[in-house]
């Protein structure tokens, strides 16, 4: 652990909207059940990108100790989060819905705003 700066969420304050997510950079921030979660202090540089788009204030910058940031752990969980999105544009959870199809024995996925264009052709 060291003494450093890191995104601080108020669950009271929070109403779930997602605005924070898109900001963050390392991902670091995710609705969880209906929250804004920073899902892990090594993903979290302390930036705070997040913090002018909250409209109800959650976000804050609080000096504590915390686990190093992990720039590594960054990359692993960016590749993770990428094979969960959209085959045809490359939207995450994060852009729109993703649905898993099959297709020729192989699981792809496709964002709902593709969702039309892979039905139609």
């Known amino acids: 652990m060291v003494l450093r700066k890191i995104i601080k969420i108020d669950e009271e304050k929070c109403n779930g909207c997602g605005l924070c997510v898109s900001p963050c950079v390392e991902s670091a921030i995710a609705i969880v059940d209906g929250k804004a979660r920073v ?3 090594e993903l979290c540089d ?11 204030g959650a976000l804050t910058i609080e000096e504590r100790e915390a686990a190093p940031f992990n720039e590594q752990a960054v990359i692993e969980h960016k590749m993770r989060l990428k094979a969960d999105s959209c085959a045809f544009c490359g939207n995450t959870q994060y852009d729109a ?3 898993e199809y099959r297709y020729k024995g192989e ?8 969702l039309p264009a892979l039905i139609h052709g």
Not at 46 to 56: D, Q, S, Y
Not at 108 to 114: A, D, F, Q, T
């Open 39 to 41: 899902i892990s202090e």
């Open 46 to 56: 302390g930036a705070g990108f997040c913090l002018n788009v909250c409209p109800t």
């Open 97 to 99: 819905p993703i649905l």
């Open 107 to 114: 699981t792809k996925h496709v964002c709902v705003r593709c």
